[in-house]
């Protein structure tokens, strides 16, 4: 019977698991490179809407968009299958009145890719008037879900909430954490 060479197949399959793992790693590294990339792209979308908004633009804001997408606004206002067009002047209309003298600050608080080309997005927001300093806390909560198609990202729902616990003492108490925990993205620079 002839003897197993046990130190070959050592030698053999470490080789083998050293290809694995550079291999992994080098994988690795391209899929965080292609994600920093990819989330560079969408802080950009965030970045449009709210120069948008202080632009005035309803055009501007709507254009990150997809063609079809679907909107609910914060007082739970549904809009299915809203088009760019309608988005446009249905913001152009709310700059023109109600949030003429008020800009916002966006800031994005997560993004998780679900698939390399769908993206979930929550952002925080505060509105403040033209011309002061941007509020202490968000005012609003926009969950957006992006999708990538023919290399551009655009929103194919947005659903904007709003955060009244900032607004109202007993429902801020009511928290199942502390609010400056729970939003603590918000106040990092």
Request: charged residues 25%.
């Amino acid at each position: 019977m002839k003897q197993i060479n046990y130190s070959f197949i050592k030698k053999h399959n470490m080789k083998k698991l050293m290809l694995i793992a550079a291999i992994t790693i080098t994988s690795f590294g391209a899929v965080a490179q292609t994600g920093n990339k990819e989330e560079e792209s969408i802080r950009a979308i965030v970045k449009t809407m709210e120069n948008a908004w202080i632009e005035k633009s309803g055009e501007k804001f709507a254009a990150v968009f997809a063609p079809l997408h679907d909107f609910i606004v914060w007082n739970g206002y549904y809009f299915p299958n809203q088009t760019r067009q309608g988005n446009a002047a249905g913001h152009q209309a709310l700059f023109n009145g109600v949030y003429k003298k008020l800009d916002v600050r966006l800031k994005v608080d997560k993004i998780k890719f679900i698939r390399n080309d769908i993206a979930l997005v929550h952002t925080y927001g505060g509105l403040y008037e033209k011309g002061k300093t941007a509020p202490d806390n968000p005012g609003v909560l926009m969950s957006m879900l992006m999708e990538k198609k023919d290399a551009v990202w655009q929103i194919i729902s947005f659903h904007n909430l709003d955060l009244e616990s900032f607004e109202d003492k007993e429902t801020a108490n009511r928290s199942p954490m502390p609010i400056n925990v729970m939003y603590a993205n918000w106040y990092k620079k």
